[in-house]
C-alpha cells in the first residue's frame, strides 16, 4: 500500500519562500504522475503543479514563475519550491500520486501553508 508523507508546510510573511516535500513509500509502480494540489478555506481542491517521472510538469497559472515542481525518482519524492509567496497562497498543500494504468489515486494528509503578515 502506498502512503504519502508531507512536510515543509508553516507560517510566513508575503515575499517568503517555503519547500514542501512528500516521500511515497510502499509499491509504487512507474508511470506516476506526483503532483500538489491546494484548497483554501471556503474553497474547491485545484491542482498547483504536477510532474511525471519523465520530467514533464504543468502549473496552475497564477503560480507560474514562482513555483517549482521537481522530484526525485529513486526516493518516489517530490518537491514544491513556493517563491514570491502571496497571502492567496494560503491554503492546505495535498500530495497525490497516479497511475492510469492501475488506477492508483493516493493522496497525503495535507500540509498547511499561511502566508500573512
Known amino acids: 500500500q502506498v502512503q504519502l508523507v508531507e512536510s515543509g508546510g508553516g507560517l510566513v510573511q508575503p515575499g517568503s519562500s517555503l519547500r514542501l516535500s512528500c516521500a511515497a513509500s510502499?509499491?509504487?509502480?512507474?508511470?506516476?504522475?506526483m503532483g500538489w494540489y491546494r484548497q483554501a478555506p471556503g474553497k474547491r481542491r485545484e491542482l498547483v503543479a504536477d510532474?511525471?517521472?519523465?520530467?514533464?510538469?504543468n502549473y496552475e497559472d497564477s503560480v507560474k514563475g514562482r513555483f517549482t515542481i521537481s522530484r526525485d525518482n529513486a526516493k518516489n519524492t517530490v518537491f514544491l519550491t513556493m517563491n514570491t509567496l502571496k497571502p492567496e497562497d494560503t491554503a492546505v498543500y495535498y500530495c497525490?500520486?497516479?497511475?492510469?494504468?492501475?488506477?492508483?489515486?493516493?493522496w497525503g494528509k495535507g500540509t498547511l501553508v499561511t502566508v500573512s503578515s
Open positions: 510532474i511525471t517521472d519523465g520530467g514533464m510538469s
Open positions: 510502499g509499491n509504487i509502480p512507474s508511470n506516476t504522475i
Open positions: 497525490n500520486v497516479r497511475n492510469f494504468d492501475t488506477g492508483m489515486n493516493i
